[in-house]
């Protein structure tokens, strides 16, 4: 197992204070919200699985800052904080993962398969590699409509040794889609290392056979993520062709909640947790003069607000009726003769 990489070169430039304020504030949201999904888990508010992203906020924020909001996000089943970072409300998603009919996915998906289509986040998938056809098929909406529209696609490493990985990026670099693959490189697929999973461990040149260039950045800094996924987006916005960003990044916690971790030791962890997003990303807003300690302070009040919130108003949301079991997944076509067949649901 590798160790955390060195410290980057000199940081880019912060956005505008406002900006690099509000960064720090979402980061600070998604870390309270799953550290109190995990308890409301153990709990058994949540039930089925529970996958949560602590140590990856930078790479979450980075990244989805660097989206327009009329581009689209396609994300995996860990995607809670990709939810919040999109600007899906905190109660909403608290509720998904209660299985509340105020969930944005009304109580039907829970933790793997958040949704909000009104903020182009097209979903969290429990298929591992399952969203890179999506996301092409999005992007290749995107292009026949002429739009200017990209798609940024996240996925982990694991899912880069998935047949859809390689069938996906050779479609999308053939037919010149607008898409920006994201493999998130937190060193495991579940819970098997890297270096044991995939014979090319620079993940950013695994699409290079199929025509589609790399780039990496450091996920655990969000400036530089935020930096090199700008980069790309802007080349797959001109050139129209994809690109794949390798985020190199950690996971504080285990695979999933039922995950034991023994798979890697507590050094290690505490190695990389020197490396921690938020503490790092606050103190450099200090030191620039652009966040003071109360600031600070009120940051980390406002998110524990919001979850506290959250937990109220999923714990107050109605379960969904059984009636609903088949909402927005058949629609009736009359020309069936009344019968119900499998249809898409989202309009791009």
Same mark, same amino acid.
């Given at each position: 197992?590798?160790?955390?990489?060195?410290?980057?070169?000199?940081?880019?430039?912060?956005?505008?204070?406002?900006?690099?304020?509000?960064?720090?504030?979402?980061?600070?949201?998604?870390?309270?919200?799953?550290?109190?999904?995990?308890?409301?888990?153990?709990?058994?508010?949540?039930?089925?699985?529970?996958?949560?992203?602590?140590?990856?906020?930078?790479?979450?924020?980075?990244?989805?800052?660097?989206?327009?909001?009329?581009?689209?996000? $396609? %994300?995996?089943?860990? %995607?809670?904080?990709?939810?919040?970072?999109?600007?899906?409300?905190?109660?909403?998603?608290?509720?998904?993962?209660?299985?509340? @009919?105020?969930?944005?996915?009304?109580?039907?998906?829970?933790?793997?398969?958040?949704?909000?289509?009104?903020?182009?986040?097209?979903? =969290? !998938?429990?298929? $591992?590699?399952?969203?890179?056809?999506?996301?092409? =098929?999005?992007?290749?909406?995107?292009?026949?409509?002429?739009?200017?529209?990209?798609?940024?696609?996240?996925?982990?490493?694991?899912?880069?040794?998935?047949?859809?990985?390689?069938?996906?990026?050779?479609?999308?670099?053939?037919?010149?889609?607008?898409?920006?693959?994201?493999?998130?490189?937190?060193?495991?697929?579940?819970?098997?290392?890297?270096?044991?999973?995939?014979?090319?461990?620079?993940?950013?040149?695994?699409?290079?056979?199929?025509?589609?260039?790399?780039?990496?950045?450091?996920?655990?800094?969000?400036?530089?993520?935020?930096?090199?996924?700008?980069?790309?987006?802007?080349?797959? @916005?001109?050139?129209?062709?994809?690109?794949?960003?390798?985020?190199?990044? !950690?996971?504080?916690?285990?695979?999933?909640?039922?995950?034991?971790?023994? !798979?890697?030791?507590?050094?290690?962890?505490?190695?990389? @947790?020197?490396?921690?997003?938020?503490?790092?990303? %606050?103190?450099?807003?200090?030191?620039?003069?652009?966040?003071?300690?109360?600031?600070?302070?009120?940051?980390?009040?406002?998110?524990?607000?919001?979850?506290?919130?959250?937990?109220?108003?999923?714990?107050?949301?109605?379960?969904?009726?059984?009636?609903?079991? !088949?909402?927005?997944?058949?629609?009736?076509?009359?020309?069936?003769? =009344?019968?119900?067949?499998? %249809?898409? @649901?989202?309009?791009?």
């Amino acid at each position: 197992m590798s160790s955390p990489p060195a410290s980057s070169p000199p940081a880019p430039s912060l956005p505008a204070p406002e900006d690099a304020r509000e960064w720090l504030a979402t980061m600070m949201l998604i870390r309270r919200f799953e550290e109190r999904a995990g308890e409301m888990y153990a709990r058994a508010k949540i039930g089925g699985f529970l996958h949560l992203s602590i140590g990856e906020e930078a790479t979450i924020v980075g990244s989805e800052r660097a989206l327009r909001d009329s581009d689209y996000l $396609v %994300s995996t089943y860990r %995607s809670h904080g990709d939810a919040l970072a999109r600007g899906t409300p905190p109660k909403n998603v608290m509720a998904e993962l209660f299985g509340k @009919r105020d969930g944005c996915s009304k109580g039907h998906g829970g933790s793997m398969h958040m949704f909000d289509a009104q903020r182009r986040f097209m979903g =969290g !998938y429990g298929i $591992v590699g399952g969203n890179l056809p999506i996301a092409a =098929g999005i992007a290749l909406a995107c292009d026949q409509r002429g739009s200017d529209e990209v798609t940024l696609c996240t996925f982990g490493d694991g899912a880069s040794n998935q047949g859809t990985f390689g069938e996906t990026l050779n479609l999308a670099a053939l037919w010149r889609l607008p898409v920006v693959f994201m493999v998130v490189n937190n060193q495991f697929g579940m819970g098997t290392s890297l270096s044991r999973h995939s014979a090319v461990t620079d993940l950013q040149r695994k699409g290079e056979s199929l025509g589609v260039p790399g780039l990496r950045c450091d996920g655990m800094d969000i400036l530089d993520t935020h930096r090199v996924v700008s980069e790309a987006l802007a080349r797959v @916005r001109e050139e129209r062709r994809p690109l794949l960003v390798e985020a190199v990044t !950690y996971r504080f916690r285990g695979h999933s909640m039922a995950d034991p971790e023994d !798979y890697r030791s507590k050094e290690e962890v505490a190695q990389w @947790r020197e490396r921690d997003p938020i503490p790092a990303f %606050s103190d450099l807003l200090e030191r620039e003069g652009v966040l003071t300690t109360e600031q600070r302070e009120q940051i980390e009040r406002d998110a524990m607000q919001q979850v506290n919130e959250a937990v109220e108003f999923a714990e107050r949301s109605p379960f969904p009726d059984p009636n609903m079991l !088949y909402e927005d997944v058949y629609v009736l076509d009359e020309q069936a003769h =009344g019968h119900y067949h499998w %249809s898409p @649901r989202v309009v791009l």
